[in-house]
């Protein structure tokens, strides 16, 4: 029985019980954190007022990046960031908005809080993480997620376009993670840098405490909303235009 085997029994007999914080204390620890000790808090701003409903350049390149799978059924594909339209209840006439949607990655994460091996945590940085070695497949955190932002992965995924990172596996959950390794080197995330390229710009990512990097000054000069913030959960991804 691997490490993984492991786990997912003994959480399958544990969870809900005191005994779950044993379980938590054997584990090793994660192998990857480099945003540990990295003083910057990693924020988003999109602003929708330059993001084409038509255009799908942040989707695909989100695929290409971290290898996520499409199935071409919507029972099983997922979805690291996707594009959804809105429009104001009781306003028929009302006009209608399409915004990109993704892990806001709370400060307050309720998919960390229910996770019962700690297999979703948030860094140093702020960027909430599914170590995929640790998760059990229990899906609380799909559960917690306020935001539908977590996804099951059911199947697995023969396509591995970017063999610079891992192959996604199937029995985990799955969810947006800023494009860590990508920040990590100093990078822009995949769905940033694809967005800046086919000339929208709508997306942008930076350091939230420092007062003079872009996104602290789109949010300073603009009217920016956060997604339910009423539910304390202290959402890091800003939009402006919604």
């Not at 691997?2 to 914080?21: A, H, N, Q």
């Not at 700690?118 to 995929?132: L, M, N, P, S």
Request: proline residues 7%; positive net charge; contains cysteine.
């Amino acid at each position: 029985m691997d490490r993984r085997e492991f786990l997912k029994t003994g959480g399958l007999f544990l969870v809900g019980t005191p005994c779950v914080y044993g379980l938590m204390a054997m584990a090793a620890p994660r192998p990857h954190e480099a945003g540990a000790t990295d003083a910057r808090r990693w924020g988003m701003v999109i602003d929708l007022n330059r993001c084409p409903a038509d255009c799908s350049a942040c989707l695909e390149a989100c695929r290409r990046e971290n290898n996520v799978a499409v199935h071409g059924d919507r029972r099983w594909d997922i979805h690291w960031i996707r594009k959804v339209t809105i429009r104001k209840k009781h306003e028929a006439d009302a006009p209608t908005r399409t915004l990109p949607l993704l892990c806001n990655h709370c400060d307050h994460p309720p998919c960390a809080q229910v996770c019962p091996v700690q297999a979703t945590y948030k860094r140093a940085d702020g960027i909430v993480i599914v170590d995929h070695h640790r998760c059990i497949g229990c899906r609380y955190c799909l559960i917690a997620c306020p935001y539908n932002a977590r996804y099951f992965n059911y199947r697995e995924n023969d396509e591995w376009p970017n063999k610079a990172y891992p192959k996604r596996s199937h029995g985990v959950a799955e969810s947006c993670n800023f494009c860590a390794h990508r920040l990590d080197q100093g990078r822009p995330p995949a769905c940033v840098e694809a967005c800046r390229d086919s000339g929208a710009g709508a997306l942008k990512v930076g350091d939230l405490d420092d007062p003079d990097s872009e996104i602290s000054r789109l949010i300073a000069d603009n009217s920016v909303k956060r997604i339910r913030e009423d539910l304390g959960t202290e959402p890091k991804v800003y939009y402006i235009g919604l």
